[in-house]
């Protein structure tokens, strides 16, 4: 026997209780996936605690490895003692650099990067420096590839700054020699 049809009222009714259902399972599915979302982010916020802490504790231990030893600063540190030391950049930076150079017991050479001709006064600056410095921004194009070209050959150590104020740290006479090279070359 065929069922009998609902009359109206009862079958909304019937289709409102299934969907009540279903919407109460939708809503406690939502709930536990904010629930898992909050406990996510509460562990994610207490990592960011920890970590900024691990940053602290690391930023704070080398700046005191800083004050006790000014071999961490940043920057390069140069052994210039009896070379002969080429300074590639700008001029009014010259006397500054050069004051340092000659007080570590280095020569001094200076080239102006952005003035140099095919002439061979820059080649033979290049052939009479035992380590050579370059202000990258300071220099031409062609003169930047003929040092790093010249240098590749010889195997000069050539130390390439970045900026005008990327510290430089040359040893004193008498300070004890360390075994690394420069960085750059």
Request: aromatic share 4%; proline share 6%.
């Given at each position: 026997?065929?069922?009998?049809?609902?009359?109206?009222?009862?079958?909304?009714?019937?289709?409102?209780r299934?969907?009540?259902?279903?919407?109460?399972q939708?809503?406690?599915?939502?709930?536990?996936?904010?629930?898992?979302?909050?406990?996510?982010?509460?562990?994610?916020?207490?990592?960011?605690?920890?970590?900024?802490?691990a940053?602290?504790?690391?930023?704070?231990?080398?700046?005191?490895?800083?004050q006790?030893?000014?071999?961490?600063?940043?920057?390069v540190?140069?052994?210039?003692?009896?070379?002969a030391v080429?300074?590639?950049?700008?001029?009014?930076?010259?006397?500054?650099?050069?004051?340092?150079?000659?007080?570590?017991?280095?020569?001094?050479?200076?080239?102006?990067?952005?003035?140099?001709?095919s002439?061979?006064?820059?080649?033979a600056?290049?052939?009479?420096?035992?380590?050579?410095?370059?202000q990258?921004?300071?220099?031409?194009?062609?003169?930047?590839?003929?040092?790093?070209?010249?240098?590749?050959?010889?195997?000069?150590?050539?130390?390439?700054?970045?900026q005008?104020?990327?510290?430089?740290?040359?040893?004193?006479?008498?300070?004890?020699?360390?075994?690394?090279?420069?960085a750059?070359?």
């Amino acid at each position: 026997m065929p069922a009998e049809p609902l009359p109206p009222a009862e079958s909304v009714s019937r289709e409102h209780r299934a969907l009540v259902a279903h919407y109460g399972q939708v809503q406690r599915r939502c709930e536990q996936l904010l629930a898992q979302q909050r406990a996510q982010m509460a562990a994610l916020e207490a990592q960011i605690v920890r970590l900024r802490g691990a940053v602290i504790v690391r930023d704070t231990a080398l700046a005191a490895a800083r004050q006790r030893s000014p071999a961490l600063t940043p920057g390069v540190s140069l052994d210039v003692q009896d070379k002969a030391v080429l300074c590639i950049g700008r001029a009014r930076a010259a006397d500054a650099t050069q004051r340092l150079v000659e007080q570590a017991g280095g020569r001094y050479l200076h080239q102006d990067g952005r003035r140099m001709h095919s002439g061979g006064a820059f080649e033979a600056s290049l052939r009479a420096a035992d380590l050579v410095i370059c202000q990258t921004g300071c220099l031409s194009h062609d003169a930047y590839w003929r040092v790093q070209d010249h240098c590749r050959r010889t195997g000069k150590p050539c130390v390439l700054l970045g900026q005008a104020t990327q510290p430089l740290h040359f040893m004193p006479r008498g300070e004890p020699r360390s075994s690394t090279a420069p960085a750059g070359h």
